[in-house]
């Protein structure tokens, strides 16, 4: 009787430490969601804030107005996303509904996708103001312009995502059972060419972000090129570096091209997961959780490159780098305006 009563309060010990134990991992296990969610609506409503509270200048530009827009698509997506997820771990048959689990699915297909796109305006809208300038003052862009352009990304972007309800796909419970996304592996003609279009459109997004940076960049930089090794006057040079360098410019750029590199950053494994399962046929659940992970934190990450890099911050950098440039500089720009008298001077 007492081997019994011993062998009882020994299992009930193991009992207690099995629960104990549990207990901790869903702590561990649900911490991280509400984390992301915590972050991410903080963040984006703290970057909505400092965008708003900008000069009337920059609020009326095209440029800022499409990242407000991001700023509030990555708000929206944090919003609606991550509440299904932390409910779905504190009861795991909330996405077996198949109705929650396409709601699921649609919020990351879409915000995805649409941050993508805004990202690829916003570096199409810095292209055309360097490299085209007549035809960005034809065509008006301006904040109006931006408000129009963003209605029609959110309509074509909803209307591509709604295909999967529609039949075209099928949206289901990922193997992890803490997220929905579209059937990648589906041997279906309708369903695998939904999957490679849906790929290729974020692909070609990504593509297009990268070359439409590049080309501003360039450009930048040869013109800035241009003007140092121009023969001119110290007033001149000082002039054109300060058009060059411009604080609002400078600043546009910067957060372009940051914004850029964390969203294609977070957006490329995912859809190297989408060709991998299309094409591949490569099903492993620990690298697709991860890919949809890396692409959640993107709306954590973005706020806070607006709200670092703020002008009074960008006026500190420049001034800065101009005392630097005017130390290089002064003394070969002194030569030659002392050369050029000379000349003048000469009979």
């Known amino acids: 009787m007492e081997s019994l009563n011993i062998t009882h309060g020994s299992l009930s010990m193991n009992e207690t430490l099995v629960q104990h134990s549990q207990a901790n991992t869903f702590e561990t296990a649900i911490a991280l969601p509400i984390f992301m969610f915590a972050g991410g609506a903080i963040g984006n409503i703290i970057a909505i804030i400092v965008l708003s509270v900008s000069r009337q200048e920059r609020k009326s530009s095209a440029f800022y107005t499409l990242v407000c827009g991001l700023a ?22 909330v996405l077996t509904v198949q109705h929650v689990c396409e709601f699921h699915s649609f919020l990351l297909l879409f915000f995805g996708l649409t941050g993508l796109s805004i990202i ?28 129009k352009f963003l209605f029609y990304i959110y309509i074509c972007n909803i209307f591509f995502c709604c295909l999967p309800m529609m039949g075209m796909s099928k949206s289901e419970l ?28 974020s692909l070609l997004l990504i593509l297009g972000t990268i070359l439409l940076n590049l080309a501003v960049c360039g450009a930048l930089l040869l013109m800035r090129q241009r003007t140092v090794q121009r023969p ?18 400078t600043q546009m750029m910067a957060v372009l091209v940051m914004t850029s590199a964390v969203v294609l950053a977070c957006s490329a ?12 046929l490569n099903n492993d659940p620990n690298a697709d959780l991860a ?22 911050l960008f ?12 130390q290089y500089f002064i003394p070969n720009i002194t030569n030659e305006s002392v050369l050029s008298c000379n000349r003048e001077g000469q009979p």
């Open 232 to 249: 001119v006057t110290r007033a001149s040079v000082r002039d054109r570096w300060r058009a060059l360098s411009s604080a609002a410019e």
């Open 72 to 93: 509030v698509t990555d708000l929206l997506g944090t919003c609606l996303a991550s509440p299904l997820t932390i409910a779905n771990y504190m009861d795991k048959t």
């Open 120 to 147: 690829c305006t916003m570096a199409a809208e810095r292209y055309m103001a360097i490299c085209c300038p007549y035809t960005y003052q034809r065509w008006g862009v301006d904040r109006r312009f931006a408000q």
């Open 269 to 280: 494994p995912l859809v190297v997961r989408v060709f991998a399962n299309c094409f591949i």
């Open 174 to 201: 990922q193997p992890s059972g803490t997220w929905c996304f579209i059937d990648w592996g589906t041997e279906g003609h309708v369903a695998a060419a939904y999957t490679v279009l849906y790929g290729s459109v």
């Open 291 to 312: 890919a949809i992970r890396i692409a959640a934190v993107n709306p954590i990450l973005d706020p806070w490159i607006y709200i670092l890099l703020r002008r009074s």
């Open 315 to 326: 006026r500190k950098v420049l001034k800065l780098t101009r005392q630097q440039h005017s």
